[in-house]
């Protein structure tokens, strides 16, 4: 089962709504988009930039005043993890998509959806909503839907509830920090494969130069040189790749153990009931220090791990040296 994936994001002038509006309807060249299929794509509410535009700009006016910091407009971006996602057929998709429209219907008001549309030529479908933030009292108010970490949480609890349940998806894990997108940005970047920058020796060295002759290293020593310098060039990709492939590693062993603790937490809680508030206050003394012994032991595993890949970075560079 894949996850159910909601971000947004505050666009608080127009020139940020107008940017990401000209990426939306692909005014502007997107390099991760495959043209071909951008004819696949679908727009609700608006046939361009501008369009688009005028709508949030319609919406903005009724308001008597607003605040220069003030939220214009939020930007939400739904999908599922790629895997999933891409496993739906076209109908499922479009069924996802549409029970995403009618939750942010009901969340927003029909009249405050400025402009849907649904990107069908990037890597993942996904869809993506421009919606003026004025609440039940018709004031321009951000807050009221995105105010802090716990409206976030209840947010994201209740799309996967009306929402992503209904397709087979599941909330991510609740009260995770981890940042999908960074992620994957970084795993992106540090695998990204570089050119090693080698200039091998043409000439040997001369050791000793007098007016009549002169001592030029050796075929061994030559070779050696040669050794060295390639050596240095590829142990940053090698160290680079086994980093990789460790931090895979313990991402997986992480998401397994958060699993792990958040159905540990749903059963604790049953198992408190009934205990008095200090019996409750120990048992909770208890686990934080068991959790901090936990977490200690942890890091210095990892440490002595860092420790082992740096001494055999050192040795397999010292053996290269030495042929």
Request: glycine residues 4%; positive net charge; aromatic residues 4%.
């Amino acid at each position: 089962m894949g996850y159910a994936i909601l971000r947004t994001q505050k666009l608080t002038h127009r020139n940020s709504i107008h940017r990401s509006l000209k990426h939306s309807f692909r005014a502007q060249d997107t390099p991760n988009a495959d043209p071909t299929k951008t004819p696949l794509n679908t727009h609700l509410g608006a046939d361009s930039v501008s369009e688009a535009l005028n709508n949030i700009e319609a919406r903005l006016n009724t308001q008597e005043k607003i605040r220069k910091n003030a939220v214009l407009a939020i930007e939400y971006l739904i999908t599922a993890s790629p895997e999933a996602m891409n496993k739906k057929s076209l109908e499922e998709q479009n069924s996802y998509f549409q029970g995403t429209i009618d939750w942010l219907i009901k969340k927003h008001g029909k009249e405050n959806i400025a402009y849907i549309g649904v990107h069908r030529d990037e890597k993942t479908p996904h869809l993506y909503a421009y919606v003026v933030p004025i609440d039940a009292r018709g004031k321009l108010n951000c807050r009221s839907f995105l105010g802090g970490a716990k409206a976030l949480n209840e947010m994201q609890t209740d799309f996967a509830e009306k929402v992503g349940k209904q397709h087979g998806l599941e909330r991510g894990i609740e009260g995770s920090k981890a940042k999908h997108q960074r992620v994957k940005q970084f795993y992106t970047t540090i695998e990204q494969p570089t050119q090693p920058n080698i200039i091998l020796p043409k000439e040997r060295l001369i050791l000793k130069k007098s007016l009549f002759s002169e001592t030029v290293e050796s075929d061994e020593g030559f070779a050696r040189r040669a050794a060295k310098i390639v050596v240095e060039a590829v142990t940053p990709d090698l160290e680079k790749a086994a980093l990789v492939d460790t931090l895979k590693r313990e991402n997986t062993t992480l998401r397994k153990t958060a699993h792990q603790l958040e159905a540990m937490a749903k059963q604790g809680k049953a198992l408190t009931d009934g205990l008095t508030q200090e019996q409750q206050r120990q048992l909770k003394h208890q686990a934080e220090l068991f959790r901090k012994q936990e977490t200690q032991r942890l890091e210095q595993e990892r440490e002595a791990q860092r420790q082992a890949r740096r001494e055999k970075s050192r040795n397999r560079t010292n053996r290269g040296l030495e042929r």
